[in-house]
Structures are given as C-alpha cells and as structure tokens.
C-alpha cells in the first residue's frame, strides 16, 4: 500500500537529511578507497559510523528553503538569502562561491554582484539542486509552477545555466516521485530528459536511460558539478526506488560527492517510499536535541509544508 502524501513529504526531508549526513563522511575520497576502507554500498548504509547523524549544508541550506516556503508560500530571493543567512554554520562545509555570497550577505554587502561574478558565467555547483526538494514537493501538481519556483530558488546563489537546471530537474524530479505509485525507470528519465535544455543534462539523462542492470554508474559522474551529479543520483534512485539503503548506498559508493550524492538520492527514495523507507536505525541517529534545527525541526517543517500546499 502506497504511503499518503503527508509521509511522503516527511520521507523526503528526512530521507534528504539522514543521506547528506550518511554520506558526509565520505565527501572527497574515491570510490575504490571506499570500497577496500568501509565495504560495499549496501554495508555502508547499514552502518553508520558513531553514535549520531550529523548533517552538513546540504539539509541546512534545504532547511531554508522549506522555511521561505512555509512563511511566504512562494520563493522570493530575498527572502531565501535571509533564512540561508540565519541558518548559517560555515563548519557545516558549504562550498568556496556559497560562502562567500552568505558571508557577505551577512556583512550587508552587495551579495548579488557576488553572485555574478564569483565564478566564470556564475556557479554551476550542486548547491541548488541538494536544495531545492521543498520546492518539489510544494508545487508536485504543476511542472511549470516546479520549474519556474526552482528557477528562483536557485538565483541567488547559482547563475550558470547549468547550476539552474540541476536544481530544476531535481525538483522535478522530487515532483514526480512524490506522485508516482510506481516508477518505471525508462518513463522517470525520459519525462525529465524531455524537460532538460542544456546539451550538458541531455547526454546525462539519455546516458543514464541507456545503463542496464549490473552497469556502473560511474560514467555519469560524481564531482560537486551539478551535470556530473543531479543525473547520477537521479539514476541511483530510479535503478531501485524501493530500495533507500541500497540506492543510497551506491551512491555514497561512487565515492567523491558523496553527501550530496546521498542527500539528492535519499530525498527520492523518501519522496516515493515515505518515511518507512528510511532504515529506522539510521533515523534515530539524525540529530536532534542539541540542535534546534534538527530531526523534530525537520519533522515539523515537512508537516507544515504538507498543511500550506496539500
Ligand atoms: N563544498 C563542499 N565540500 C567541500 C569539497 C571540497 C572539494 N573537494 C574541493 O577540493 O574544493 N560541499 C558542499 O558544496 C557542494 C555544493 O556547492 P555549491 O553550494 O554549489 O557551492 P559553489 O561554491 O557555488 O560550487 C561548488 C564548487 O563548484 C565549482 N564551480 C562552481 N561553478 C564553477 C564554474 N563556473 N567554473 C568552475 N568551477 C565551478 C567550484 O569549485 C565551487 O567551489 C556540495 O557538495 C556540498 O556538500
Ligand atoms: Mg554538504
Ligand atoms: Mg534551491
Ligand atoms: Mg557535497
């Protein structure tokens, strides 16, 4: 029986937070050092090393979006600035351009200039895309309303075409899992192949459409480079949208980007599967208590995004 859609929006965030955090270990080593240190993919979502999940900027930054969105009902950049800004732990390992557009939003300076100018042609990290599932999940009955609002989820940070659209295929992607009651992986990758306009997430999604069972998914990328990781993690979930520990699990498995991997794999699994999908054990090890932005904060946000855009 087919999770309701209050748990699937509460699978997806903590789905999200326990794979950023899962992964978080392993960001930047290579995939062979995690196979011979730690063991296969599906050993390492079964244990966890130590006693508590803590999560990185991945969930703190996705943590902000879902709180524009429940305050605002609508993504307004400055209003997502404000609450990145507020939410703000640079020891949560945000990356070189994202800092530097918090930090200086933060000094009342002129953050979008920063923004523009950071990287040639604008960022085109990951960052919005490990963000963005709120989104998806608010607006999951209109696919123009999920792109538009991811769009403008994404510009305050990620101005290059390709950042952009990393986040609006993955909140796409959330869309479409959230309402699905089955996946059919050729069907999943084709409607999001259809969507994608830049050359760079065509060849990713028409190359993941082509992998068979038993191919590695390595081809597809697994850097902080949103085309050489929203494709992957895509294609890990829909290889086993059933499967969180597995999904998640190959992607930690491919070694590198490893949390965001894992957040952006999590979220689909959580999305399609709701809660019940995340291994209980390695739920109640996400943080909480100590921090109040963590598990029931994360709990209660998915609840209210749920009230306002059901
Ligand atoms: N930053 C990290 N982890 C540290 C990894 C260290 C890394 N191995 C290293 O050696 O630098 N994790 C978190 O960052 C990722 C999300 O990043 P986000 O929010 O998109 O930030 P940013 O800075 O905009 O982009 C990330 C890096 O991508 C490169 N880059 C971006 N735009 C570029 C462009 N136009 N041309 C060339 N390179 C570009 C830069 O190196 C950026 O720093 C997630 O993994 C999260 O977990
Ligand atoms: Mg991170
Ligand atoms: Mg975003
Ligand atoms: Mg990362």
């Not at 699978?11 to 995939?31: F, H, I, N, Q, R």
Request: proline share 4%; hydrophobic share 40%; with cysteine.
């Amino acid at each position: 029986e087919r999770p309701d859609l209050s748990d699937r929006f509460l699978g997806c965030l903590l789905g999200l937070a326990v794979g950023d955090a899962l992964g978080a270990p392993y960001e930047g080593l290579t995939s062979s050092d995690i196979f011979f240190r730690f063991g296969a993919p599906d050993v390492i979502a079964r244990n966890p090393s130590g006693d508590t999940l803590f999560y990185t900027d991945d969930t703190e930054m996705m943590i902000g979006v879902a709180e524009t969105l429940v305050e605002h009902g609508e993504i307004r950049g400055v209003d997502l600035i404000k609450a990145f800004v507020a939410n703000y732990h640079p020891e949560r390992g945000y990356g070189r351009g994202a800092r530097q557009i918090l930090e200086t939003a933060q000094a009342g300076g002129d953050w979008k200039s920063v923004a523009e100018t950071i990287f040639p042609g604008g960022s085109l990290g990951n960052g919005a895309a490990m963000r963005v599932a709120p989104v998806g999940l608010a607006f999951h009955a209109d696919d123009d309303k999920v792109w538009e609002q991811a769009r403008k989820s994404a510009l305050p940070t990620h101005r290059h075409p390709i950042g952009i659209e990393g986040g609006q295929l993955f909140a796409l992607a959330v869309a479409l899992a959230v309402r699905s009651d089955q996946i059919d992986r050729k069907e999943f990758l084709t409607t999001l192949y259809n969507r994608a306009e830049t050359e760079e997430f065509r060849w990713c999604l028409r190359a993941a459409r082509r992998l068979r069972r038993g191919d590695s998914i390595s081809a597809l990328g697994s850097t902080l480079h949103a085309h050489q990781s929203v494709g992957t993690a895509i294609a890990c979930f829909a290889a086993c949208p059933a499967d969180y520990e597995l999904a998640v699990g190959r992607a930690i498995g491919l070694g590198d980007d490893t949390d965001t991997l894992a957040a952006m794999t999590g979220a689909l699994c959580g999305a399609f599967g709701g809660v019940k999908a995340i291994p209980a054990v390695l739920l109640d090890k996400l943080e909480d208590g100590q921090n109040p932005k963590g598990k029931s904060h994360i709990i209660q946000l998915a609840t209210r995004l749920y009230e306002r855009f059901q």
